[in-house]
């Protein structure tokens, strides 16, 4: 019963590395979210994916790319990190209104 | 241009008491609203939720009230316990197809509710 898991749980980063944030929900979610959360921000969304093989733009999607080859699967990749990147980084899926389920999140810092 | 605030970084209540949170939106679009609840090393978690055509909503300790002409809802809970010391995110979706239901979220409010 894992719900949304998201690795690593923590990883610090040089500027212009590259990573890529892995999401996998077992409960056959057909929408997926990846969002931030910075202090005095709330979360803002960075990019989701209504289905496998589809992706689109939320708010905050620069310096950022995402994947969704697999239903179960939603992939953030940074592909040249950047201190303004230093965030906690929320991976989200949805079943009906109501049926937002989080991971408990990838801190990330970028030095 | 932030479209959901919720202005009270933090609020700090006596145990047994009412703690109310507040959150004010203005994209008159959003047609749902819900309360999310955060522990420290952990994602948030689903509270409660109010259809844009109701007022109020009731589950138990937690009410959510909402005023359309204000733009304004609220998360009251009665009576208040230790262990609803967390952050809480106030989210609204926007309506229409091309929302795909997605949430904006306010930038949270921290409760502490002392014994």
């Known amino acids: 019963n894992a719900g949304v898991t998201q690795t690593p749980k923590f990883r610090v980063l040089k500027t212009g590395q590259s990573m890529t944030l892995l999401c996998a929900q077992d409960?056959?979610?057909?929408?997926m979210y990846w969002y931030r959360q910075d202090p005095g921000m709330g979360l803002r969304l960075i990019h989701y994916?209504?289905?496998?093989?589809?992706?689109a733009k939320g708010e905050v999607p620069d310096g950022y790319n995402v994947s969704r080859l697999k239903k179960q699967n939603f992939l953030l990749g940074l592909e040249s990190a950047a201190p303004s990147q230093t965030s906690v980084y929320f991976c989200?899926?949805?079943?009906?209104?109501?049926?937002?389920?989080f991971g408990s999140g990838t801190r990330l810092t970028v030095v | 241009d932030q479209q959901v605030k919720q202005n009270s970084p933090s609020l700090s209540v006596q145990e047994g008491r009412i703690s109310i949170l507040n959150c004010d939106y203005t994209?008159?679009?959003?047609?749902?609203f819900l309360w999310y609840k955060k522990y420290p090393a952990e994602g948030p978690t689903f509270l409660i939720s109010?259809?844009?055509?109701?007022d109020k909503n009731e589950d138990g300790r937690f009410t959510v009230f909402l005023n359309k002409s204000a733009k304004h809802l609220s998360l009251h809970i009665v009576p208040s316990q230790p262990g609803d010391s967390a952050v809480y995110f106030c989210?609204?979706?926007?309506?229409?197809?091309?929302?795909?239901?997605?949430?904006?979220f306010g930038q949270g409010t921290i409760l502490t509710v002392h014994p």
């Open positions: 994209n008159s679009m959003f047609d749902y």
């Open positions: 989200a899926s949805r079943e009906g209104l109501d049926g937002y389920t």
């Open positions: 109010i259809s844009s055509i109701k």
């Open positions: 994916s209504v289905g496998e093989g589809t992706t």
């Open positions: 409960m056959n979610h057909e929408y």
């Open positions: 989210a609204a979706r926007g309506a229409g197809g091309t929302s795909y239901g997605k949430l904006t």
